[in-house]
């Protein structure tokens, strides 16, 4: 009998081995009718006959088949499956394919030119299309046709197909209807609230003499609802709980100058009254009201309200206790103007992660987002370490979205975790022309991918970053190229390289500079809001086109030198906001050096402490307080003896002025300068302190007033202030996506004599810190 088992369990092994035979290959389209699609053949692994090892090759096979056919854009609609029939099996592909577009016609588009709408339509002759790809170009089309002040623009297609060509004939029709632009926004019945509120929370904006710029007063029906929520909500968070706001009403008698109004009833303003938290049984109601910020004559504003229903249900979830609900019953009084609040809870259970979730992630590894998960299996539920994992993935910037979720299992206190994302492009192509008051005119191409896998093509998918740019201008020409592993070996460490090519002609009248060379560097968190990065560069520096007139201080710096050096960069960042922060603090504080043990020809030592804080001031101002100290000295003899700096080079040396520091000056004019010709060289001390207010003047323009002060001293840790330049000038910021813009004016208070005091004009393109 044993025997027998024995021989019949090889039999069933040696049985679900066995090669397979594919005895045929079918194409059907969704009807299950067959049909001849020599393109499929193109994608599909394997051929009639071919005998393969196993039915699990088969299946990954053709999984792989149905990606590529997907990826490919020519079907509309792909499946594969594997029959088994007689002595082998049988692939089916099921497919749609996409016809080729033959012909576009446009009829109806008088206002907009024929071309521009095939442009807008973003469809092209010749490209593989459907129903899908039609539907979704006619969107394109009135949204194009809103950016240009046509919002009731009604566009509809047909077309007619041939399906032995593979051909299809499009028409596109426009009824474009009438130019309309919101020229102003009318509110009635609010008392308590003004105007200017009111419009600073809608998404739709009325017309203004930059509209051409902003794109405001355009007419988005679509954006109606979202505005209706916003005045409501405003209204609410100041203590109107029966606030009652109406549909946006379009006055068009006059098409282009519109009016938009809304009524508003703006009810009885609540204070609160009793607050009262039942049906807890685990934990006593002086634990729960810690996190209850609500205080009787407070203003009921309807957010502090939901802040404290989420305190009681964090209080729990941090405990173990998931699903706990929390219901907020409110008990308002006209007459009083007071309303109850009482939290009712429905108490949960204490909870255990069994398993984590992955959900919807198609090109990212799991593993580049199990790792910023802060929560663990085994671990007892919290509220706090899931709701904080979900913001570590958003801030990934991988996903338009994450959520996470609990699902019950079989026992009671054991429960899946599951996180559901969807992923957005990561990888970013710009090509444009930049211009500043320091770089002039500059040409840029710059490809990155911000989910970048070295290893695997499309190189997608774990979590590294990837920037080559190149800039060609007329005082400038750069090469970067960089990469970053933000979780080498994989611990929270992060690791880069930078490779670089840099010609500068813009640091002086005198000479040209050229950097080669590269960097890597280590970097890990240190706590909530600090960081600490180590870094080694070596680079090839090589000062050259000496001026035959320059000064001999500046004929000794030409030539090439090597310069190996090591810095570390402890960094406190607290800001809300990456960009166009309100409030918080950015600190940098790096010590350097240069030669030495290291080698290279340039022996320098140095520190630079960097700070920046930010206040919120009424009416949407900002207050930024910007300030810097550095100091650089030369040790040992390889630097040689200069006439100027005490042997640092003239690329180490330290200058102010420009539109990164002393705006009234010229970029690199304040600091010591040579006395033959007032050419600057630079010193080994510098100071600089900035204060600037931002004010809101409209959506997404602000204007500046601000006031800078530096001083350069010649020797090294000399910080006497007694010699320092300052201006005071207004400018304009425009946060425009992809082009933040910064136009500044400033004046010289405090001057030598060799400047001629008078104001400058400075403008930059990007954030500066």
Same mark, same amino acid.
């Given at each position: 009998m044993k025997k027998a088992l024995t021989l019949l369990f090889a039999c069933l092994a040696l049985f679900s081995v066995q090669a397979e035979t594919v005895t045929n290959i079918r194409i059907v389209n969704q009807a299950g009718e067959s049909y001849d699609l020599s393109s499929v053949a193109a994608f599909t692994s394997f051929k009639i006959g071919e005998e393969v090892a196993d039915r699990e090759t088969i299946l990954a096979s053709i999984a792989v088949d149905v990606n590529r056919m997907r990826e490919s854009g020519r079907y509309s609609y792909v499946n594969a499956r594997m029959d088994?029939?007689?002595?082998?099996?049988?692939?089916?592909?099921?497919?749609? &394919?996409?016809?080729?577009?033959?012909?576009?016609?446009?009829? +109806? %588009?008088?206002?907009?030119?024929?071309?521009?709408?095939?442009?807008?339509?973003?469809?092209?002759?010749? *490209?593989?299309?459907?129903? #899908?790809?039609? %539907?979704?170009?006619?969107?394109?089309?009135?949204? &194009?046709?809103?950016?240009?002040?046509?919002?009731?623009?009604?566009?509809?297609?047909?077309?007619?197909?041939?399906?032995?060509?593979?051909?299809?004939?499009?028409?596109?029709?426009?009824?474009?209807?009438?130019? !309309? +632009?919101?020229?102003? @926004?009318?509110?009635?019945?609010?008392?308590?609230?003004?105007?200017?509120?009111?419009?600073?929370?809608?998404?739709?904006? *009325?017309?203004?003499?930059?509209?051409?710029?902003?794109?405001?007063?355009?007419?988005?029906?679509?954006?109606?609802?979202?505005?209706?929520?916003?005045?409501? $909500?405003?209204?609410?968070? &100041? +203590?109107? !709980?029966?606030?009652?706001?109406?549909?946006?009403?379009?006055?068009?008698?006059?098409?282009?100058?519109?009016?938009?109004?809304?009524? @508003?009833?703006?009810?009885?303003?609540?204070?609160?009254?009793?607050?009262?938290?039942?049906?807890?049984?685990?934990?006593?109601?002086?634990?729960?009201?810690?996190?209850?910020?609500?205080?009787?004559?407070?203003?009921? #504003?309807?957010? $502090?309200?939901?802040? &404290?229903?989420?305190?009681?249900? %964090?209080?729990?979830?941090?405990?173990?206790?998931?699903?706990?609900?929390?219901?907020?019953? !409110?008990? #308002?009084?006209?007459?009083?103007?007071?309303?109850?609040?009482?939290?009712?809870?429905?108490?949960?259970?204490?909870?255990?992660?069994?398993?984590?979730? @992955?959900?919807?992630?198609?090109?990212?590894?799991?593993?580049?987002?199990?790792?910023?998960?802060?929560?663990?299996? +085994?671990n007892q539920y919290n509220r706090s370490r899931v709701m904080t994992s979900e913001n570590i993935l958003r801030n990934l910037n991988y996903f338009e979205f994450v959520t996470a979720s609990e699902a019950e299992l079989e026992e009671s206190d054991k429960y899946d975790l599951n996180f559901q994302v969807k992923e957005k492009p990561t990888g970013q192509f710009s090509a444009g022309v930049g211009f500043s008051s320091v770089d002039s005119l500059v040409g840029y191409v710059e490809l990155s991918q911000g989910n970048f896998d070295y290893k695997t093509w499309p190189p997608i998918g774990a979590g590294q970053k990837f920037k080559i740019r190149a800039q060609l201008g007329t005082e400038r020409n750069d090469l970067d190229v960089s990469f970053v592993e933000p979780w080498f070996l994989n611990r929270k460490l992060s690791f880069g390289i930078d490779l670089f090519h840099r010609e500068a002609e813009y640091f002086s009248d005198d000479y040209d500079q050229k950097n080669d060379g590269g960097r890597i560097s280590l970097g890990k968190p240190l706590s909530r809001f600090t960081r600490g990065t180590v870094s080694y560069a070596l680079e090839n520096i090589n000062v050259y086109d000496v001026d035959s007139n320059a000064s001999d201080a500046l004929k000794e710096e030409e030539g090439t030198r090597i310069k190996s050096s090591l810095d570390f960069t402890w960094t406190r960042d607290t800001r809300d906001k990456f960009f166009n922060p309100t409030r918080g603090n950015k600190t940098l504080v790096t010590p350097y050096y240069s030669g030495g043990s290291l080698g290279g020809e340039t022996d320098i030592f140095g520190g630079r402490i960097k700070s920046t804080q930010y206040w919120p001031l009424i009416g949407g101002m900002v207050l930024n307080l910007r300030g810097q100290i550095e100091s650089v000295e030369a040790y040992g003899d390889s630097n040689g003896s200069t006439s100027y700096g005490d042997g640092v080079p003239i690329f180490d040396r330290l200058f102010l002025g420009g539109s990164y520091t002393l705006r009234g000056f010229e970029y690199r004019d304040v600091g010591p300068k040579d006395p033959d010709d007032g050419e600057p060289v630079g010193g080994n001390s510098s100071l600089y302190g900035t204060l600037e207010l931002t004010y809101p003047i409209w959506n997404k323009i602000r204007g500046a007033t601000f006031y800078d002060w530096g001083v350069v001293n010649a020797d090294s840790w000399d910080f006497d202030p007694s010699n320092y330049y300052d201006n005071w000038g207004i400018g304009l910021r425009f946060d425009l996506p992809g082009f933040p813009l910064h136009l500044d004016y400033a004046w010289p208070m405090t001057y030598d004599d060799e400047q001629d005091g008078k104001g400058r004009f400075n403008f930059l393109i990007g954030h500066s810190f």
């Amino acid at each position: 009998m044993k025997k027998a088992l024995t021989l019949l369990f090889a039999c069933l092994a040696l049985f679900s081995v066995q090669a397979e035979t594919v005895t045929n290959i079918r194409i059907v389209n969704q009807a299950g009718e067959s049909y001849d699609l020599s393109s499929v053949a193109a994608f599909t692994s394997f051929k009639i006959g071919e005998e393969v090892a196993d039915r699990e090759t088969i299946l990954a096979s053709i999984a792989v088949d149905v990606n590529r056919m997907r990826e490919s854009g020519r079907y509309s609609y792909v499946n594969a499956r594997m029959d088994v029939e007689g002595g082998g099996v049988i692939l089916v592909y099921t497919v749609q &394919a996409k016809h080729r577009i033959r012909s576009i016609r446009i009829a +109806g %588009a008088d206002k907009m030119r024929k071309r521009k709408v095939l442009k807008k339509s973003e469809l092209e002759i010749g *490209q593989f299309a459907d129903d #899908a790809t039609f %539907a979704q170009a006619t969107e394109k089309l009135k949204e &194009a046709y809103r950016d240009f002040w046509y919002p009731d623009a009604k566009i509809t297609w047909s077309s007619s197909a041939d399906d032995e060509l593979g051909v299809v004939d499009l028409t596109l029709r426009v009824k474009e209807g009438g130019k !309309l +632009g919101i020229k102003k @926004i009318v509110f009635e019945g609010n008392e308590f609230v003004e105007d200017k509120k009111l419009r600073k929370v809608m998404a739709q904006k *009325q017309r203004w003499f930059l509209s051409f710029i902003t794109g405001a007063g355009k007419y988005k029906p679509e954006d109606t609802d979202m505005d209706v929520f916003a005045i409501k $909500s405003l209204y609410m968070n &100041a +203590g109107f !709980l029966d606030v009652v706001v109406y549909e946006p009403v379009l006055d068009s008698a006059k098409p282009k100058k519109s009016r938009l109004v809304i009524k @508003i009833d703006e009810g009885r303003r609540y204070s609160i009254g009793k607050v009262a938290i039942t049906g807890m049984e685990e934990f006593s109601e002086q634990e729960l009201r810690y996190g209850v910020r609500l205080r009787p004559g407070d203003v009921a #504003a309807y957010a $502090s309200l939901s802040q &404290a229903s989420e305190s009681i249900r %964090a209080y729990y979830g941090n405990r173990g206790y998931i699903r706990t609900r929390v219901s907020q019953v !409110l008990d #308002a009084n006209a007459e009083t103007g007071t309303v109850d609040v009482r939290y009712e809870i429905t108490e949960g259970s204490i909870g255990y992660i069994n398993k984590i979730n @992955i959900l919807g992630n198609e090109r990212t590894q799991d593993k580049v987002i199990r790792r910023e998960i802060v929560i663990y299996p +085994g671990n007892q539920y919290n509220r706090s370490r899931v709701m904080t994992s979900e913001n570590i993935l958003r801030n990934l910037n991988y996903f338009e979205f994450v959520t996470a979720s609990e699902a019950e299992l079989e026992e009671s206190d054991k429960y899946d975790l599951n996180f559901q994302v969807k992923e957005k492009p990561t990888g970013q192509f710009s090509a444009g022309v930049g211009f500043s008051s320091v770089d002039s005119l500059v040409g840029y191409v710059e490809l990155s991918q911000g989910n970048f896998d070295y290893k695997t093509w499309p190189p997608i998918g774990a979590g590294q970053k990837f920037k080559i740019r190149a800039q060609l201008g007329t005082e400038r020409n750069d090469l970067d190229v960089s990469f970053v592993e933000p979780w080498f070996l994989n611990r929270k460490l992060s690791f880069g390289i930078d490779l670089f090519h840099r010609e500068a002609e813009y640091f002086s009248d005198d000479y040209d500079q050229k950097n080669d060379g590269g960097r890597i560097s280590l970097g890990k968190p240190l706590s909530r809001f600090t960081r600490g990065t180590v870094s080694y560069a070596l680079e090839n520096i090589n000062v050259y086109d000496v001026d035959s007139n320059a000064s001999d201080a500046l004929k000794e710096e030409e030539g090439t030198r090597i310069k190996s050096s090591l810095d570390f960069t402890w960094t406190r960042d607290t800001r809300d906001k990456f960009f166009n922060p309100t409030r918080g603090n950015k600190t940098l504080v790096t010590p350097y050096y240069s030669g030495g043990s290291l080698g290279g020809e340039t022996d320098i030592f140095g520190g630079r402490i960097k700070s920046t804080q930010y206040w919120p001031l009424i009416g949407g101002m900002v207050l930024n307080l910007r300030g810097q100290i550095e100091s650089v000295e030369a040790y040992g003899d390889s630097n040689g003896s200069t006439s100027y700096g005490d042997g640092v080079p003239i690329f180490d040396r330290l200058f102010l002025g420009g539109s990164y520091t002393l705006r009234g000056f010229e970029y690199r004019d304040v600091g010591p300068k040579d006395p033959d010709d007032g050419e600057p060289v630079g010193g080994n001390s510098s100071l600089y302190g900035t204060l600037e207010l931002t004010y809101p003047i409209w959506n997404k323009i602000r204007g500046a007033t601000f006031y800078d002060w530096g001083v350069v001293n010649a020797d090294s840790w000399d910080f006497d202030p007694s010699n320092y330049y300052d201006n005071w000038g207004i400018g304009l910021r425009f946060d425009l996506p992809g082009f933040p813009l910064h136009l500044d004016y400033a004046w010289p208070m405090t001057y030598d004599d060799e400047q001629d005091g008078k104001g400058r004009f400075n403008f930059l393109i990007g954030h500066s810190f």
